[in-house]
């Protein structure tokens, strides 16, 4: 009954952090244009702000367990309203883009203390849990693009958008702060930090921990960088940014649906066969959404694709931790540094090649990490030093 309580003021959490990283991608031509930037340059603070996400991400864990997971939570959710506030004043690109970078640092925080908090508070149902805590960010993401589109359709200015997030995230501090969630206490683990450090090296050698992290590596390094640029493909194929975000919207809210859909079928299948699966069939839709040219054709695969790619990183990351739940902060800050560190690579390449050459690039990116997001799904799934897990 407790983790009851507890999960719906994650799940918001989390709808904020959705709400908030899918603001920026639909606003890129806008942004181009306001700040008299290049598409390079906006490639290079999504990079930057991943950074901020990796690092934050490699360290929440242990932080956790030295300083109790409430406290650190807190941080992560200050610096949440300061970036957005950050965002909303920013005179130049140069604030514009300090505040992203905080953002990303408060986003690996939050992310990591909560999925932790979750699955500490859901020990029998792990999996499905944290697959629809994801899907409360997919939500936030959906609702980003259409808050873009009712706002330039209404001649709003768009920076309001930042304003609403960051007041929305006040009030949902304060209801937390003044109650006693399972899972987000302040509990400080009892191993030293020299301890912790030797638990996570012990945890770096396990081999299913490496592999999941990888998946992760690619299939957000993918995914967010296919979000990210979505409008602006599609404004490249004379589509307008309006128009575009409803796409994008449209596809944010397929992926949420595939992610609850999947949850449901882990006391049905195993996991590993659906994330196998999954990739594949990201593939094979993939390739159809870039190579058939009506609008009409490219909406329904970027609708298949987001039914097929969803849940892949936050099944794999429910993988890892069954190898150490009791550990779960250090186990989540290590896959998710892998996956961030993919989005690091993959914005800054999509930047600049989206610049220098096409943004078509960027479905040629997400196309060769699709790849091999088959390959590691597969190993995982059939190898038989995995088949324990």
């Known amino acids: 009954m407790a983790g009851k309580k507890t999960f719906p003021f994650f799940y918001i959490q989390f709808f904020l952090l959705g709400l908030g990283a899918s603001i920026f991608g639909p606003l890129i031509p806008i942004l181009s244009e306001s700040f008299n930037v290049s598409l390079e340059t906006i490639g290079t603070t999504l990079s930057l702000s991943a950074f901020g996400l990796l690092l934050s991400s490699l360290f929440t864990g242990i932080l956790s367990e030295r300083a109790g997971k409430k406290n650190i939570y807190i941080l992560g959710n200050l610096l949440f309203t300061i970036c957005f506030l950050g965002l909303y004043f920013s005179t130049n690109y140069t604030y514009f883009t300090l505040s992203y970078i905080v953002f990303g640092i408060c986003w690996g925080i939050i992310a990591v203390s909560s999925t932790s908090a979750v699955s500490d508070a859901f020990p029998l149902s792990r999996s499905r849990m944290i697959m629809r805590l994801n899907t409360g960010f997919l939500l936030g993401s959906f609702t980003a693009p259409l808050l873009v589109s009712g706002i330039l359709y209404l001649n709003i200015d768009w920076r ?35 301890s912790l450090l030797a638990t996570n090296r012990r945890l770096l050698s396990n081999l299913i921990i490496i592999f999941c992290g990888f998946i992760n590596f690619l299939h957000l390094g993918a995914g967010i960088t296919f979000g990210s640029w979505l409008t602006t493909y599609f404004n490249n194929q004379n589509v307008p940014v309006t128009i575009g975000s409803l796409i994008l919207s449209l596809y944010l809210l397929t992926f949420a649906i595939g992610m609850f859909v999947k949850s449901s079928l882990f006391a049905k299948l195993n996991e590993k066969k659906i994330i196998q699966f999954s990739s594949i069939l990201a593939f094979v839709t993939l390739i159809a959404f870039l190579f058939l040219d009506p609008l009409i054709f490219k909406i329904i695969f970027v609708i298949l694709f987001g039914l097929s790619f969803s849940g892949i990183a ?32 993959f914005q800054y390449t999509a930047g600049y090649m989206s610049e220098n050459f096409s943004v078509d690039f960027v479905i040629y990116l997400d196309l060769a990490a699709l790849f091999l997001l088959m390959i590691l799904t597969s190993i995982l799934s059939s190898h038989h030093r995995f088949s324990k897990s």
């Open 160 to 194: 309001y958008l930042f304003l609403s997030v960051a007041l929305i995230n006040v009030l949902l501090l304060i209801l937390i702060l003044s109650l006693k969630l399972e899972g987000l206490n302040n509990k400080k683990h009892e191993e030293n930090l020299r």
């Open 314 to 345: 936050a099944t794999a990351l429910s993988i890892g931790i069954h190898q150490n739940p009791r550990n779960s902060g250090s186990v989540i800050s290590i896959i998710n540094s892998f996956g961030f560190t993919g989005v690091v690579i």
